[in-house]
């Protein structure tokens, strides 16, 4: 690259940080929203967020960026032919910004208008319908919302299928047909395994989940755990909402969520790790490219991953609580005097059908996502009305966990996605789990004896492996590449059962 | 106003509305930097704030106002000769934008940014420095602080004096001599009433102030009096950082801070009394005009008035005692168990120099003002480096209070202010008091038996005679015809004088 090449390339990049200054403005006043704003200052928020959307929104369809793309692709053609497979920043960061230019120019103005106008309306229709129980009420914004996004992928383009077009916004470069062929290979060999548990006689003492414990000392024990496992809170820093989750508001400051039940520790420890995974994966990522594509996840799925990986494969272990018990015991007090490492482990690892996926366990958990996305598929591809979508709803979970949901509240209406446009995002789900079993694999065969790690409450050696393998990486390597990479082989199901197989079957008495 | 100026003014209207949604943005991400935010995350944060800048001046000189604004004076001015004091609704929004417009395209770009980086920067120093007790670590900041705003002063320009030119952004249309004249009559008469409170052997029980309560009792005292008064909590919140502020996010979204020392109560029920007013003030103002000049305060002294007439004239009379001891009581148990009315009432009026302005009595506060007066004057215009700041500061506390700081955190780094680049600002806390007392005395002729009414507990009367006679005002008109307007004559040190008299003289015996 000459020097005019350089100074476009410099010019690029300080579009796209200004751009991400601002995005990240709109994650500060979204996460305000969320969790400190007083309750009538809602209306004029969203009309805060929306005229922030606007600028960042011209900003990254700004006709410049593309000369500045073509010029730059032109000087890295000219220096190396195999510039569009290299990992070197200068080319990773003009392949990520073209991918992002292109998708977002391809999408008519108009058409992003109506979407977002649809899924405001959509959640909001949706909040109401669940409440009430009454799908009907649901279904014209459904129809609404579904014949919008085959719209998009119209706009966006797609080889086989409409469903590749919107699941490449949340995996990029994952194909449709291969993810269902995964997840139809789990699915296949995940459903013998859960009626062989249904039939075992073993049987948890589930009261231990559901003893009571005030919340102030379930937020101080899973700030610990939390503590431990990483997460920087110099550069980060827990709330309370009713939906958890985790926001991004600069590259020194990841903010996750987690809530409190009383009857019901368990979601807020698991939560807490889960959203604190996702949390150090943010604060892990490559510092000195923020603001730039190379600085973001490589994918949900991989993103999910690391949530997942703290949650069930660290979380649910036994070594976890043989360090961990004490420590809970300390905290919630005479509630957990009866509790042993067997015990806890057995409760936190209890595998049951249920109809309700946030509340699912980790084996039966790929099936609910495995319902929606074959659902969401057909919808999209105008094989399922949504009409019909309770019915099929219904079949499916009897089908494939042997439970009918006696309402559409506990059944279709149960997730926020469809209401927001998230169709393509379901997916991501099980893929986190399928590549969290797979990088804990492949950490138990680089850092020895991890359970000895864990059980001693050194979580240290699993992070840094993380920091260094995924973390780091950035989007450097999309998520196949990566995982391929990192594991040596391509993401296969192999590891998230041989997981289930190794946990379950000792627990349950089966083989 | 024919069809074409009526587009005009909306123009108008929506562009200073957006530009009034950004600025707002601005102020919930400098409430969250002081609040919530983690502790690495200041270097980005300012940059961000930076780029917000940036983009709300832009909006502020866009051309577009001065020549939308040249078409509406010339169609005011066709219709009425009078339209530059009229109150009704266009001219004086066309009046109050014409004033910011030409103030802000004076001082360029670049002086704008450097000014935003220097204060986000200068408080973050600023708050270490005082934490460690370390002028030097403060001094470079403040000295880039003092340049760029002599360099400001000198793009606006000024008649007597730069300070003129800083003076005015606070109080709109003040004149620097006008000011000086009017503290000056102040302090003469001040001091004979301070020495002879002196010379009192009356002294009140002062261990009252210094009681023991614990941080969250203190807090829900607070609460109960800033609901009492009638802050919205619907409509804004409290929260607790070193320096207390009040701050608007919205036009239902107000908050305010306060700080907590276990071993002095007083401070934080006067600074939430205090912010609450502030609060009120905003919650107050003309919602329909949200965005436009008009639906702001009239002048800092005024909404330091509303901030310092509950504080002072109400919190700290014998008749809000009468009906808040009972609760106080409550709160705080056992350290107060001996209180009584006369005892507290004594106490929180106890007289006597001091090193802090926060804490500071009603009576010498305005003499911690006077210093901060003629110290920032100095420095802008010149006769006083930075870097003799500390000694400068120690002697004019020796001579006007007769106390010398024996650290600079409890002398010149005490005070946020010119960390945050306020020079020019003190001096409306003083012409806050005044303009207090003015109004609190017309209240008292308006509404009958106040002191009656505030020992019932009844704020109400005196909260909605507030509202009306001047937060409803907005900026309708300025600060010095709003206090003619609603007291009947111009403002005067005489009511504060009067006040002061009338509470010390029977409380330590003199006449």
């Known amino acids: 690259m000459n020097d005019t090449q350089r100074k476009t390339y410099d010019a690029l990049c300080d579009h796209l940080r200004d751009t991400s200054r601002l995005e990240a403005v709109g994650a ?22 929306a005229l922030l959307a606007g600028i960042t929104h011209e900003r990254h369809v700004d006709p410049k960026i593309g000369e500045w793309l073509d010029e730059l692709e032109a000087a890295l053609g000219a220096d190396d032919p195999d510039w569009r497979t290299s990992t070197d920043d200068i080319p990773v960061v003009v392949r990520l910004a073209r991918r992002d230019y292109d998708r977002r120019v391809k999408v ?32 014209p914004a459904l129809e609404e919302i579904v014949k919008l996004k085959r719209e998009e992928a119209e706009a966006i383009g797609y080889d086989d299928t409409p469903y590749d077009a919107l699941l490449d916004e949340f995996e990029p470069g994952a194909k449709t047909t291969e993810v269902a062929a995964l997840l139809a290979d789990l699915r296949d060999r995940l459903v013998p395994l859960v009626a062989a548990i249904a039939d075992s006689e073993r049987r948890c003492d589930q009261t231990i989940l559901t003893r009571k414990i005030p919340a102030d000392r379930q937020a101080a024990f899973g700030e610990e755990v939390s503590r431990a496992m990483g997460f920087d809170f110099e550069r980060g820093r827990i709330d309370t909402t009713t939906h958890p989750f985790c926001t991004t508001l600069g590259p020194a400051d990841c903010r996750i969520t987690t809530r409190y039940d009383e009857s019901f520790w368990a979601g807020s420890l698991y939560g807490t790790m889960h959203e604190s995974g996702h949390g150090m994966y943010e604060q892990g990522l490559p510092e000195a490219f923020y603001g730039l594509p190379l600085r973001e996840c490589a994918s949900l799925g991989v993103h999910e991953s690391q949530s997942r990986l703290w949650e069930n494969m660290v979380g649910r272990s036994r070594a976890f609580w043989e360090h961990f018990l004490p420590s809970a015991k300390r905290h919630f007090g005479s509630p957990f005097d009866d509790v042993t490492v067997d015990s806890i482990y057995f409760a936190v690892n209890d595998v049951r059908a249920s109809l309700i996926r946030v509340e699912a366990d980790e084996a039966t958990y790929n099936l609910h996502i495995m319902i929606r996305f074959e659902l969401e598929k057909e919808m999209l591809e105008g094989t399922l009305s949504p009409a019909d979508l309770p019915d099929a709803w219904n079949e499916r979970y009897e089908g494939y966990l042997g439970v009918r949901p006696p309402t559409d509240r506990e059944g279709v209406l149960q997730d926020i996605h469809w ?28 850092l020895g004896d991890i ?29 196949d590449r990566l995982v391929e990479h990192v594991t040596g082989r391509p993401l296969s199901d192999d590891p998230m059962l041989d997981h289930l197989q190794k946990k379950l079957g000792p627990l349950y008495g089966i083989s």
């Open 419 to 446: 209401s927001g446009g998230l169709i393509g995002y379901f997916p991501t789900y099980t893929l986190g789990n399928l590549v969290a079993a797979q990088l804990f694999e492949k950490a138990r065969e680089d």
């Open 28 to 49: 500060i006043i979204g996460w305000d929203e969320q969790t400190k704003m007083p309750s009538a200052a809602g209306p004029y928020r969203a009309e805060q967020m």
């Open 108 to 139: 008519p103005g108009d058409l992003v208008e109506s979407l977002t106008m649809a899924c405001v309306r959509g959640q909001q229709i949706w909040a109401a319908a669940r409440e009430a129980d009454d799908f009907q009420a649901f279904r």
């Open 451 to 479: 359970d000895a790690q864990i059980a001693a409450g050194d979580l240290a050696p699993l992070r840094d492996w993380l920091r260094a393998n995924v973390h780091r990486s950035g989007s450097r390597l999309p998520a």
